[in-house]
Structures are given as C-alpha cells and as structure tokens.
C-alpha cells in the first residue's frame, strides 16, 4: 500500500484524537517533522512516513487505499471495541520479568 498522505495524517490524529507529542513518541519522529508534513511544509522520506503510518494503524487507525472515492481513513475497530482497548491498556501492570516458566 502507499504510504500515507498529510491529509491522511492529520485526519488519523484527529480520528484517534492524539497529541503531537504522542505521535512523536510512539513513532520515534520528531515533532517539527511531524508538524512540517502536516501543514505540508515538507514531504519526509518514505522511511519517516511509513513510521508515522505505523503507529498510527497500531493505535486504530486503518488508512484506505484510492478508489473511485479517493483515499482515506478510518477506525480499525468500531467505538465499542475501541473504548474496551482503552480500557485494557495498562491494565497488566507495568513490564517486567517473572518467574514463570
């Protein structure tokens, strides 16, 4: 699939309602890239959009390929499944070895 598009980008943060900080941080992106793209300042390298797009689709967002009606987003999961996710994350406790074997 193509990699994503400012509009597609914006529209995703809009869609799953993330920060720009947040974005940067699950992409390892900077911001000023981020917010460049964006307002379409600048196109980053392919490498750099396929992060944002990445992290965006494990956060819910599924990006549509063009068809007839252009390209496009939307969620991966349907609102209830998306607030249960929500809910889940975290839930197990912060990440550490156990002794289970």
């Known amino acids: 699939m193509p990699t994503i598009n400012a509009d597609q980008l914006r529209a995703a943060r809009g869609l ?3 920060s720009l900080n947040r974005l940067a941080a699950l992409s ?6 981020i917010r460049g793209f964006e307002n379409e300042m ?7 959009r396929d992060k944002l797009q990445a992290a965006l689709e ?3 967002a599924m990006f549509l390929p ?3 009606r ?10 209830r499944e998306t607030r ?5 994350e975290g839930e197990g406790g ?7 074997q």
Do not use: C, H, Y
């Not at 600048?42 to 750099?48: H, I, K, N, S």
């Not at 249960?84 to 889940?88: G, L």
């Open 84 to 88: 249960a996710i929500s809910r889940w």
């Open 42 to 48: 600048q196109t980053p390298p392919r490498q750099v």
């Open 58 to 60: 494990a956060n819910g």
């Open 94 to 100: 912060s990440v550490a070895d156990d002794d289970v």
């Open 28 to 33: 390892g992106v900077d911001e000023a890239t």
């Open 66 to 68: 063009d068809s007839t």
């Open 16 to 18: 799953l309602r993330m």
């Open 70 to 79: 252009g390209v496009g987003v939307r969620f991966k999961f349907n609102r």
